[in-house]
């Protein structure tokens, strides 16, 4: 396709971000998932539009990495719908043994990802 040994390739871009995604999820670090997801969405969408504006048909492979991409972000929603859960019976147990725990507003404060945007 004439663009040299040394080409960008949006789809191997974005699968190794939902890597590094999935990697940041397993040690619970759901805002770098989230920030690793959101660039593979800026890289497939832009790929996505460069075919569209050429007026050709979106590739097969582009549309499989682009679903691929929205079950990620499902893995990521349930990781962070698992650390609030997990959260909040910690603090139930806590309550419950008569500990204080966090004060009430940092509880009301909600998930610790406050960067975290579910489409």
């Known amino acids: 396709d004439g663009r040299g040994e040394h080409s960008f390739d949006a789809r191997e ?3 190794n971000a939902m890597t590094m995604a999935s990697f940041h999820s397993t040690e619970s670090d759901l805002a770098s998932a989230e920030h690793c997801l959101n660039a593979a969405v800026a890289v497939l969408s832009a790929e996505k539009k460069r075919f569209v504006a050429e007026g050709a048909e979106v590739p097969e492979e582009l549309q499989e ?4 991409l929205d079950i990620a972000f499902v893995d990521l929603w349930h990781g962070l719908l698992r650390e609030c859960a ?3 019976a910690k603090a139930e147990a806590a309550q419950a043994k008569g500990e204080a725990g ?3 507003e940092l509880r009301a404060a909600g998930p610790r990802f406050p960067g975290l945007k579910l489409l």
């Open 65 to 68: 990495s682009i679903a691929h």
């Open 13 to 15: 871009w974005a699968k």
């Open 86 to 88: 997990l959260s909040s």
């Open 102 to 104: 966090q004060p009430q």
